[in-house]
């Protein structure tokens, strides 16, 4: 028996099952069966068979010896290849920058020590697939000492990718609490990721416009913000060449220093944001009229106190409301300290006007409570009356004032300038819990 294909024009050819026989002298062939309807690994199995050949399940043919996984290893492969990340880290080939490029994969994937990298890698495809089978944890460390060296090109290849002419440079600091004593950079500072008394490091981070990464640069924990912005803004200027750029940061990383500084700077600009107090002084001289926000969601005004700076101001419902939350906290808990006070009083267990004030002064130390930074005052006046009513002037200032950005003259474009005001729409502005840090 065989398996014959008959060709057949403008449609699929016809496969047949067919015998050959004799008959006397002469050999003929009969049709067994018409196999058209399989398909071509059935037909290709039916004919190994005919072959005398053995066929059994896959599994069977095969012993596994050992499965190592490789689909998150191929994915973030492809996407390092596609970001070009070899040739930012180095442009010749070398072990150095192939264990760097696999110690950024396993941090991507499965974030650990280099001792346990060097022992989790084998578990998956990335050993091999980067070459890095023989590395040890010391080759590891030896090749972040070689990065290190590399640091200031590579910021330079990054800057000339993603920064140009009139860039928003965006910079924000940040801190990580250290375990150990023999770092010279690790002291007790303002912690960032609410590990308080411990000691830490500070890095601040220059990024694009969309947030990718452009330099990075280490201070010691007790390091302020804006002892590290003007730094970084002559970085800007002398390492990656840029003559021209907008600096992006909050209220505590721009001071007015620096802004006195950059000012007297040409070609840099800047976009801040003014403190409470600055804001609330805005609102008493009339700078700042709260009745534009039951209209408009964006303001922008100008102010003699800010000579040549364009002033913006936006109002946020949401962070309102959550003022409006904590105050009545604060009042709750405020009238609960009152009535413990008074009902020691009245159960004269606490008696005299300065065993009384001292009781209520080390009670409102404890909740914060509003407007009673003075005991005689609050002792003159019920909690209602002394917490609850506030001037109309400071009940619209502490509802409808979010931030008020401040930037260079109008000399800049109009566009570079209010990028970031802009991003912020009227139905989405961002609440105190969720505000960006730039």
Request: glycine share 6%; charged share 25%; with cysteine.
């Amino acid at each position: 028996m065989h398996i014959h294909i008959v060709p057949n024009r403008g449609s699929a050819p016809t496969v047949l099952l067919r015998e050959s026989y004799r008959d006397g002298a002469r050999v003929g062939k009969r049709t067994l069966a018409n196999l058209s309807s399989l398909s071509h690994a059935q037909v290709e199995a039916i004919r190994a068979v005919l072959r005398g050949e053995r066929l059994c399940p896959v599994a069977q043919g095969f012993e596994i010896a050992r499965s190592r996984a490789h689909g998150h290893v191929q994915a973030v492969a492809t996407a390092m290849q596609r970001l070009g990340l070899a040739s930012l880290i180095a442009t010749k080939p070398c072990r150095e920058r192939d264990r760097v490029l696999a110690m950024v994969a396993s941090r991507i994937v499965a974030p650990q020590t280099k001792l346990a990298t060097t022992r989790w890698w084998h578990t998956t495809t990335l050993a091999q697939d980067f070459a890095v089978t023989e590395a040890s944890e010391d080759d590891l460390y030896a090749a972040m000492d070689w990065l290190l060296l590399r640091q200031e090109a590579i910021e330079k290849k990054l800057a000339a990718r993603h920064l140009g002419t009139d860039s928003l440079v965006l910079y924000d600091l940040s801190s990580s609490y250290f375990e150990g004593t023999t770092c010279p950079l690790a002291k007790r500072g303002y912690s960032r990721d609410g590990k308080h008394g411990m000691l830490q490091v500070n890095y601040g981070l220059v990024t694009d416009a969309r947030g990718c990464p452009v330099a990075v640069s280490v201070h010691a924990g007790n390091t302020s913000d804006s002892t590290t912005f003007m730094p970084e803004v002559q970085r800007l200027r002398t390492d990656f060449g840029i003559e021209r750029m907008v600096m992006v940061g909050d209220r505590g990383m721009i001071s007015q220093k620096a802004i006195a500084q950059m000012r007297d700077s040409d070609g840099i600009g800047w976009i801040t944001a003014l403190k409470s107090v600055s804001i609330r002084a805005l609102i008493e001289q009339g700078q700042l009229q709260l009745g534009l926000f039951d209209e408009r969601n964006l303001i922008e005004l100008s102010s003699p106190d800010y000579p040549g700076e364009r002033l913006v101001a936006c109002r946020n419902p949401q962070l309102a409301r959550l003022r409006a939350y904590k105050r009545e906290e604060l009042l709750c808990a405020t009238q609960n300290k009152l009535d413990k006070i008074k009902a020691r009083v009245e159960a004269a267990k606490l008696a005299g006007k300065d065993e009384i004030g001292g009781a209520w002064a080390r009670s409102s130390i404890s909740t914060r409570s509003p407007n009673t930074s003075n005991w005689r005052s609050a002792r003159r006046a019920s909690p209602s009356r002394a917490n609850r009513t506030a001037s109309p002037l400071k009940r619209r200032w502490m509802a409808c004032t979010s931030f008020a950005p401040r930037c260079p003259p109008s000399t800049w474009r109009r566009h570079s300038a209010c990028a970031a005001t802009n991003r912020w729409p009227t139905s989405s502005a961002p609440s105190a819990r969720s505000r960006p840090s730039t």
